[in-house]
């Protein structure tokens, strides 16, 4: 079975342009997660959906990204316009069932953004 | 302030040898998770501890969930060249289902 895929796995644009990021999820997961990650880091959530709807994206800095996953399946994140700050490594992961204490996520392999 | 503090940082030993990594937390945790990421990938889960004092061994892999569930430790013995990469613990808080990610503890084992 595959697992999460995520596009591009690099990219590399100017400050002020936008850029977008795409992930599917593993198939039949519900929950879909994009993380942040930073040099030296680990992952910082910044958007959790159950299903459609987004149910946690007090991290998300809303003046400069969005994200949707309309149809509850495959979702994109964009930046628009990014910044120097924004370049990281774009994590998605998908879960079944609700977030919890036992949920193993799994990871795609990020994309590799470079701000320049 | 980090919520959860992992040491060392940084860690190179050579085969064969063992070690222990350590996450700790001020605040206690339901749950904590090990993950391993190789360069390149994202985080793949190594094990889930959800009671405190809990052991579970995984082939040459032990975890260790602390009595009041704030801290954890990770021990590899005989470590292996494949044992190489960012070892990372996260945690749930409660009902809150956002997971919580340390900064890693990036592991090299030299031939």
């Known amino acids: 079975e595959a697992g999460v895929v995520q596009s591009p796995r690099y990219k590399i644009i100017e400050k002020k342009q936008p850029v977008a990021f795409w992930c599917n999820p593993i198939s039949g997961h519900n929950t879909l997660y994009w993380y942040l990650q930073n040099l030296g880091q680990g992952p910082e959530l910044l958007i959790r959906?159950?299903?459609?709807?987004?149910?946690?994206d007090s991290q998300l800095p809303k003046d400069r990204f969005s994200a949707e996953r309309l149809k509850g399946v495959d979702s994109t994140l964009k930046i628009q316009p990014a910044e120097l700050g924004d370049s990281a490594v774009y994590l998605c992961?998908?879960?079944?069932?609700?977030?919890?204490?036992?949920?193993?996520?799994?990871f795609g392999p990020g994309t590799r953004l470079t701000v320049l | 302030t980090q919520l959860l503090e992992q040491s060392p940082q940084f860690l190179s030993i050579q085969e064969g040898e063992n070690l222990t990594v350590y996450c700790n937390s001020s605040?206690?945790?339901?749950?904590l998770q090990w993950y391993r990421q190789e360069p390149g990938e994202g985080p793949v889960l190594l094990v889930t501890v959800v009671t405190g004092g809990e052991v579970k061994k995984l082939k040459r892999l032990t975890f260790q969930f602390g009595d009041a569930r704030k801290d954890s430790s990770l021990h590899i013995t005989a470590a292996q060249t494949g044992d190489t990469g960012l070892y990372l613990c996260?945690?749930?808080?409660?009902?809150?289902?956002?997971?919580?990610f340390g900064k890693g503890t990036l592991l090299t084992v030299n031939p």
């Open positions: 959906y159950e299903n459609e709807e987004a149910v946690d």
């Open positions: 992961a998908s879960s079944s069932g609700l977030a919890g204490g036992d949920t193993e996520q799994f």
């Open positions: 605040s206690v945790f339901s749950s």
């Open positions: 996260a945690g749930f808080r409660g009902s809150n289902y956002k997971l919580t």
